[in-house]
């Protein structure tokens, strides 16, 4: 597979995907307070338990989305 053909389609269609700068504004100011709000959490609790809580998070939100759909 060509990397750069893939790169240039990739990049095409995650920009066509983006509604406007708002969203990629929204996307920028979450990411910030994510990674703010994670590393002050690190300062308390163990990486291993942080990936853990935030794993079994991750499936709940999953779980719970699978049965209202």
């Known amino acids: 597979m060509d990397t750069k053909l ?4 990739f990049a095409t269609v995650f920009l066509a995907e983006i509604a406007d700068k708002t969203q990629i504004a929204t996307i920028c100011l979450a990411s910030a ?8 959490l690190s300062q308390w ?10 794993g079994s998070l ?9 049965l209202k759909a």
């Not at 893939?6 to 389609?9: K, P, S």
Request: charged letters at 5%; zero cysteines; hydrophobic letters at 70%.
């Open 6 to 9: 893939f790169a240039t389609i």
């Open 58 to 66: 991750f499936i709940i939100v999953g779980i719970w989305t699978f």
């Open 45 to 54: 609790i163990n990486g291993k338990v942080m990936s853990r809580v935030a």
């Open 33 to 40: 307070i994510a990674v703010f709000a994670g590393s002050m």
